[in-house]
């Protein structure tokens, strides 16, 4: 069953964003036949790697009430308390971050961490130093989202561009209502994502843990 579910999630079906890229591609390997096979070859490869690389597969949350799950594959590189996005007026009080890097060969969509409603939405330019060091949070380029929980405290999750990223997309609105697993957008070429806890929850994960998004549960209200 777990090899025929990694085959499901390498085969799954591209992410909207990623149309334009593997369309590019196909175009590159079909001016080949005419113009030389190095083309033919290098459109293959782009194409593979972009159907690779913008898969979208379906994720399946746990259905319990309470949980916080992943924002996005890949590794946790920091677990540590800090203050939320100043943008979001969210106030200066500490509280837990969990900071998980995503790596060319992720799952690069982006999900919903906890049932709620979106509060705020900011967009920040930053710089583009690599999302693997602590300071990207600060200095990156940056997209975070408030989201106010069914039991009106509030969480925030930012989505930070990384060193060869150059897009950061994002789905949803203010005021939309979103639940725990929903897709909210996409960083496309390496990234970072932040997640902020609400005041008093700890993280059950810890630094260097991988994340599957949508499903890995990193705290619950209980905590």
């Given amino acids: 069953m777990a090899i025929t579910d990694d085959i499901r999630g390498v085969l799954a079906p591209p992410h909207p964003a990623g149309r334009p890229f593997i369309m590019g591609g196909l175009i590159v390997l079909l001016l080949g036949f005419a113009?030389?096979?190095?083309?033919?070859?290098l459109g293959l490869i782009f194409t593979l790697f972009c159907?690779?690389?913008?898969?979208?597969?379906?994720?399946?949350?746990?259905?319990?009430?309470?949980?916080?799950?992943?924002?996005?594959?890949?590794?946790?590189v920091s677990v540590i308390q800090a203050a939320p996005p100043p943008e979001l007026g969210l106030g200066p009080t500490l509280r837990w971050k969990v900071s998980i890097f995503l790596?060319?060969?992720?799952?690069h969509v982006n999900r919903v961490p906890a049932d709620g409603v979106v509060t705020r939405i900011a967009y920040r330019h930053g710089a583009f130093v690599s999302a693997s060091l602590d300071k990207a949070s600060e200095s990156n380029e940056r997209n975070a989202l408030a989201i106010r929980l069914h039991n009106g405290q509030e969480i925030a999750v930012v989505q930070i561009a990384g060193l060869i990223a150059r897009r950061i997309l994002c789905s949803v609105?203010?005021?939309?209502?979103?639940?725990?697993?929903?897709?909210?957008?996409?960083i496309r070429f390496g990234s970072r994502t932040d997640l902020?806890?609400?005041?008093?929850?700890?993280?059950?994960?810890?630094e260097g843990q991988t994340m599957i998004g949508?499903?890995?549960?990193?705290?619950?209200l209980a905590s």
């Fill in 214 to 220: 949508g499903e890995t549960v990193i705290a619950e």
């Fill in 103 to 107: 790596s060319v060969l992720d799952v």
């Fill in 196 to 206: 902020y806890l609400p005041e008093g929850v700890l993280p059950l994960v810890m």
């Fill in 51 to 76: 159907l690779y690389f913008f898969r979208d597969p379906e994720r399946v949350p746990p259905p319990r009430a309470g949980l916080f799950v992943a924002p996005a594959d890949g590794r946790v």
């Fill in 173 to 186: 609105r203010e005021g939309d209502p979103v639940t725990a697993g929903d897709r909210f957008g996409i």
């Fill in 35 to 41: 113009f030389g096979t190095w083309l033919i070859w």
